[in-house]
């Protein structure tokens, strides 16, 4: 009898985790040059070699000839395709010890995925110089084929920084093809990807990059637009996605592109953005059986994810749910974050001001010391209810990428605004109390 149960038993679970493969859906991802319908973000910094003894990062320098002798004043670099690449496989090199190897895991509360990552070293990176030529002009130049050889390279003037550049234009003109090396397929491959490289300040040598590719897949008759975040490397582990191409080269409002774990609505479907599977190149959508209304996400518009967790300094357990009826702000912050040091002052003149019965912030810092955010919060000010988030727990469901991250919640436990900071959140809490109020 007992072996006749488990045998309907594991039939049964076979059709149910079958039901579950059948809703994912694997879209193959074609590589496009430039944008897409997604704003660039001027990149992110691409930091230059710092030779002090006890950096750990020393021996994972990379080793390059050529730089061309008539330059002054230079220093080198590299681009980061990859950086968990970059660790894992240093790490199994010998370049960075266990010590630092197992404290970036805890930092960034990485476990790496073994069956993605190769041990055998990859060129994840592309070395860049700087330096100031014979006419006291600031370039750079960057290992283009990655051969760690500059002489092959050509020189050239980066773009001056500035919000308002046509980055599309900028990445059909003015991108440089360079060659890294990925796993696909569970082999080692080159690609070329156009890079922009830009300035924010040349005299002091502060660069940004883009990586200016976007991937697209199929679903149906329709093309989804896929990004790694920001544009800053090629792993697309942290991917926004969209469906609603425009037709006239507008851009899609940030708050319209649907992250990891986050639901695209479809011709009358759900489906969860499940990310992207690099190594075999295809966008994971698990198609939903559940309505809109049923879902929690951090969408505008739909339910946030609940949590119930010990407040700091208190007994009690604090969970969002038991919110309702209020608006209630949720701060995720640190006291390391010089942007959230100087948000406080804002949020104390919210909370001094706005009727508790109708308002809650509830603060979600990172792991500190019960001390150490005793002393903070004294110092600072701070009266409002926190939660420590000492696992991260609370900020990976929130799918938080930056801090300061806020999330505005109605009394009705609807998510109706995001990352709202300054002047811009103290206007509209005032707004929401005051028509609450009549």
């Known amino acids: 009898m007992k072996i006749k149960t488990l045998f309907l038993l594991s039939i ?43 950096n750990p990062w020393k021996n994972t320098f990379l080793k390059v000839t050529g730089i061309p002798k008539n330059w002054t004043d230079v220093k080198v670099g590299d681009i980061n395709s990859d950086f968990h690449q970059y660790v894992y496989q240093n790490y199994h090199s010998g370049n960075i010890s266990k010590e630092w190897y197992d404290e970036l895991k805890i930092m960034w509360n990485w476990e ?7 041990k055998e070293p990859i060129k994840c990176r592309a070395a860049f110089a700087v330096g100031n030529d014979s006419t006291g002009n600031a370039m750079v130049i960057v290992d283009a084929n990655n051969n760690y050889d500059f002489s092959d390279d050509e020189p050239f003037e980066p773009i001056e920084y500035d919000s308002e550049l046509d980055w599309d234009l900028l990445a059909n003109n003015e991108a440089i093809d360079v060659t890294f090396e990925r796993i696909f397929n569970n082999k080692k491959v080159q690609v070329k990807v156009p890079l922009l490289i830009s300035s924010v300040n040349m005299d002091q040598y502060y660069l940004l990059c883009n990586f200016a590719q976007y991937g697209t897949a199929k679903l149906g008759n329709h093309l989804i637009s896929i990004h790694s975040f920001k544009f800053t490397n090629l792993t697309f582990k942290d ?19 649907v992250f990891n774990n986050e639901y695209l609505e479809f011709e009358n479907d759900l489906y969860k953005n499940l990310g992207v599977n690099r190594n075999k190149d295809v966008l994971l959508l698990e198609k939903m059986d559940l309505s809109k209304n049923q879902i929690r996400s951090t969408q505008i518009g739909n339910k946030p994810f609940d949590f119930s967790e010990k407040q700091f300094q208190k007994q009690n357990m604090i969970s969002l749910d038991s919110l309702r009826g209020k608006y209630v702000l949720l701060e995720f912050w640190d006291t390391w974050c010089g942007p959230c040091i100087k ?46 988030d000492s696992s991260n727990k609370i900020k990976e469901k929130y799918g938080v990428r930056g801090i300061p991250a806020t999330f505005l919640i109605n ?23 005051n028509k609450a109020s009549r």
């Open 112 to 118: 790496p995925d073994t069956l993605n990552l190769s």
């Open 411 to 433: 009394p009705e436990g609807i998510i109706i605004a995001k990352d709202l900071r300054g002047k811009e959140l103290e206007t509209k809490i005032d707004s929401l109390i």
């Open 343 to 388: 948000e406080i002052p804002n949020l104390k003149t919210i909370y001094s001001k706005t009727d508790k019965s109708k308002f809650e912030i509830i603060g979600i810092v990172g792991n500190n010391q019960i001390t150490v955010l005793e002393k903070f919060a004294n110092k600072h000010g701070i009266t409002w209810p926190q939660i420590i």
């Open 12 to 54: 049964c679970l076979c059709l149910i985790t079958g039901c579950k493969k059948d809703h994912i859906l694997k879209l193959p991802i074609t590589y496009q040059k430039g944008f897409g319908p997604f704003e660039a973000s001027g990149g992110g910094s691409i930091p230059l070699y710092n030779n002090d003894e006890n």
């Open 239 to 257: 991917v926004g996605i969209t469906i609603n191409q425009s037709l006239n080269g507008e851009k899609v409002d940030l708050k319209k592109v």
